[in-house]
C-alpha cells in the first residue's frame, strides 16, 4: 500500500534515525525475496490504479475525434509539403 509520499514499507528521509557505527544494506527491501517484492509491486500498481479519474463515456469519445482531428490534419499537411518539395527538387535538378 502507498501513501502521497511513498511506499509505507520505507520511510521518508526525515523520519530515519541514522544508527550509529553500522552501514545499513539494503534495509528491509533487501531482505525480502523477489517475489515478496513484486507481490509489493503489483500492489503498488493497483494502488495508484484506483487513484486514477477515469474519463466519462461522451469525455472519451470527443478526446478520440479531437485526436483523430487533429491527426488527418497534420497527414494533410504533412502530404502537401512532401509533394511541393518533390515538386521543387525535380524542378531544381531536372
Do not use: C
Not at 520505507?10 to 530515519?16: I, R
Not at 527491501?29 to 479519474?53: M, W
Amino acid at each position: 500500500m502507498t501513501d502521497a509520499v511513498g511506499s509505507i514499507e520505507t520511510p521518508d528521509a526525515q523520519d530515519e534515525v541514522p544508527e550509529s557505527g553500522k552501514a545499513r544494506k539494503g534495509g528491509k527491501r533487501g531482505k525480502k525475496g523477489p517475489l515478496k517484492r513484486l507481490a509489493i509491486f503489483y500492489r503498488q500498481i493497483i494502488a495508484e490504479l484506483r487513484k486514477v479519474v477515469w474519463p466519462t463515456r461522451n469525455q472519451l469519445t470527443s478526446y478520440t475525434t479531437v485526436v483523430i482531428f487533429f491527426v488527418a490534419i497534420m497527414i494533410a499537411l504533412v502530404t502537401v509539403i512532401d509533394y511541393g518539395l518533390d515538386h521543387a527538387a525535380k524542378y531544381v535538378f531536372g
